[in-house]
T-cell receptor
Framework: GQQLNQSPQSMFIQEGEDVSMNCTSS?????WLWYKQDPGEGPVLLIA?????ELTSNGRLTAQFGITRKDSFLNISASIPSDVGIYFC????????????FGKGTKLSVKP | GAVVSQHPSWVICKSGTSVKIECRSL??????MFWYRQFPKQSLMLMAT?????????EQGVEKDKFLINHASLTLSTLTVTSAHPEDSSFYIC????????????FGPGTRLLVL
């Protein structure tokens, strides 16, 4: 079946540092989504990407849809304590009939 | 916009009982709703997809007779865990999608189920 490899699994950073995480897929994707999940809550959409090469920002967050259509990255600049949480990439591959597949998540910890 | 609610937010029940979880799209019409299960420190696993007015499509390994899904309207889907057992304890999350397959999914806040 389809698989998404998300890395790193966890990160411990100092407040103010920049963060980068990425996802790679085994096949071509036509949609990449990045979500953040706080403990005990549902995922919240951060950025949606629909075209190869697309670079989209949402405040301090920037995400890109890789030109090979098999990867995506999410950058967070100047991290703050409230950035703490688990970040999931998710995507749709061609033929998925709309279903999303999720990466295993990146747990971000920010030290004030 | 694009708000999805779930009720209840948490439930504790005895083994053998059935539990119903509601998922509502509050400000959009969800043509398709998805139900996920998430175990501690793991990712979301899709259980089933439902389109309004039709039978749900279950992922491999998910028992359709145990996890009953009803998508009666464009704003409401329900998941009933029948004869729940402790191994069914998990975090259940629904999401709604308004239209075409490329539309974004918006997630509810989740329901924590604990079966004793």
């Amino acid at each position: 079946g389809q698989q998404l490899n998300q890395s790193p699994q966890s990160m411990f950073i100092q407040e103010g540092e920049d963060v980068s995480m990425n996802c790679t897929s085994s096949s071509i994707f036509n949609t990449w989504l990045w979500y953040k999940q706080d403990p005990g809550e549902g995922p919240v959409l951060l950025i949606a990407l629909y075209k190869a090469g697309e670079l989209t920002s949402n405040g301090r967050l920037t995400a890109q849809f890789g030109i090979t259509r098999k990867d995506s990255f999410l950058n967070i600049s100047a991290s703050i304590p409230s950035d703490v949480g688990i970040y999931f990439c998710a995507g749709r591959w061609e033929g998925s009939q709309g279903n999303l597949i999720f990466g295993k998540g990146t747990k971000l910890s920010v030290k004030p | 916009g694009a708000v999805v609610s779930q009720h209840p937010s948490w439930v504790i029940c005895k083994s053998g009982t059935s539990v119903k979880i509601e998922c509502r799209s509050l400000d959009f019409q969800a043509t398709t709703m998805f139900w996920y299960r998430q175990f501690p420190k793991q990712s979301l696993m899709l259980m089933a997809t439902s389109n309004e007015g039709s039978k749900a499509t279950y992922e491999q390994g998910v028992e359709k007779d145990k996890f009953l899904i009803n998508h009666a309207s464009l704003t409401l889907s329900t998941l009933t865990v029948t004869s729940a057992h402790p191994e069914d304890s998990s975090f259940y999350i629904c999401s709604g999608q308004s239209g075409a397959q490329e539309e974004t999914q918006y997630f509810g806040p989740g329901t924590r189920l604990l079966v004793l």
